[in-house]
């Protein structure tokens, strides 16, 4: 059974920066997509940004362009985030996510792997 667990969230002003850490314990983690989702109060949950199992791939949300960072070290069977600038209309619950049958892109769904998710919020 794959478990995801996240640490890094917290209070930040507009313009600061933050380091999102996924631990994923299975052994498939290497093998499939992960990506990080955000969920603002009131609205629905999306994705921010995305990676293939080998690093080679990633996705980004366009408003996160240029200011985010995903990466993974399948050594250690994490997923990280950095995100930069960050921006009060960021605030929300960070979510993990392991795809459940790609490598390459997340999809999002119910049957996939998610974690608890941590709180970020930025204050202006």
């Known amino acids: 059974q794959v478990q995801l667990v996240e640490s890094g969230g917290g209070l930040v002003q507009a313009g600061g920066s933050l380091r999102l850490s996924c631990a994923a314990s299975?052994?498939?983690?290497?093998?499939?997509?992960t990506g990080w989702f955000r969920q603002a109060p009131g609205k629905e949950r999306e994705v921010v940004a995305s990676i293939s199992w080998d690093g080679v791939n990633t996705y980004y949300a366009d408003s996160v362009k240029g200011r985010f960072t995903i990466s993974r070290d399948n050594a250690k069977n994490t997923v990280y985030l950095q995100m930069n600038s960050l921006k009060p209309e960021e605030t929300g619950v960070y979510y993990c996510n392991q795809d459940s049958q790609s490598g390459v892109q997340v999809s999002g769904t119910k049957n996939d792997y998610w974690g608890q998710g941590t709180q970020v919020t930025v204050s202006s």
């Open positions: 299975g052994p498939s983690f290497s093998s499939y997509a």
